[in-house]
């Protein structure tokens, strides 16, 4: 199993050539904010652990053990977007809320969630109800 770090690269790689048809370290870097040279060490780890493969000139491109993982870890990250917008989590917050929750939950509370939000999906009256009960909330400052 991928770890959390590995996971976020895994997941942007994927994005990055989904969008752009290609993920170059320095694309890599910008998005994930980190410094190239650690693009690269990670690139080397996913390379040798076959969910990527490498070559210094001509950029990367993803196993299908890597596709696989990555679709499901955008999945992940889309599904828990739906989940916090639909109990009324503050569309500003939500982005980073699920990059810290979207690595520590099991696959068998992504499926539950999951559930959740198909339910609310298809029950728009339900939906509503829920909707009466989430009032704005001021919080301290973060
Ligand atoms: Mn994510």
């Known amino acids: 199993m991928p770890t959390p770090s590995m996971e976020d690269y895994i997941e942007k790689i994927y994005s990055l050539i989904e969008n752009k048809g290609y993920a170059r370290v ?3 870097a910008e998005e994930l904010l980190v410094h190239p040279s650690s693009v690269t060490k990670m690139v080397q780890k996913l390379d040798k652990d076959e969910y990527l493969v490498y070559e210094k000139y001509r950029g990367l491109i993803l196993t299908p053990k890597g596709k696989t993982i990555g679709k499901r870890l955008l999945e992940r990250h889309a599904l828990l977007e739906s989940f916090l917008g639909i109990i009324g989590v503050e569309e500003t917050r939500i982005y980073e809320d699920v990059e810290g929750i979207e690595h520590h939950l099991s696959w068998n509370s ?5 559930d959740v939000v198909q339910f609310f999906e298809e029950n728009p009256d339900a939906l509503a109800k829920l909707q009466g009960m989430q009032h ?7």
């Open 26 to 28: 320095s694309d890599i």
């Open 110 to 114: 992504i499926d539950r969630i999951g």
């Open 136 to 142: 704005v909330t001021r919080y301290p400052e973060e």
